[in-house]
């Protein structure tokens, strides 16, 4: 995969923990997949608003019910 080189600015408080939790790989590969979580995150939530745009938004009782039966679950974990 290629690679390039940038430069940016980040919060330094968020930049010292990420390089601390980078110890046990690089610092580029530890920002290389959060950039690629964060990426994905978007695309979800774009594909979640065209299938609300497509079809409707989730019916309150249908979400309420998903959620009762998602705590459920959890809850026998």
């Known amino acids: 995969m290629a690679t390039e080189k940038v430069s940016v600015s980040l919060d330094a408080e968020l930049l010292a923990e990420a390089r601390e939790r980078s110890r046990r790989g690089t610092f580029s590969s530890y920002l290389n ?17 065209q299938l609300d745009a497509t079809f409707g938004p989730v019916p309150e009782d249908e979400q309420a019910a998903a959620d009762r039966w998602w705590n459920d679950m959890k809850a026998a974990i």
């Open 33 to 49: 997949e959060a950039l690629r979580r964060a990426v994905l995150a978007d695309r979800h939530a774009e594909y979640l608003d």
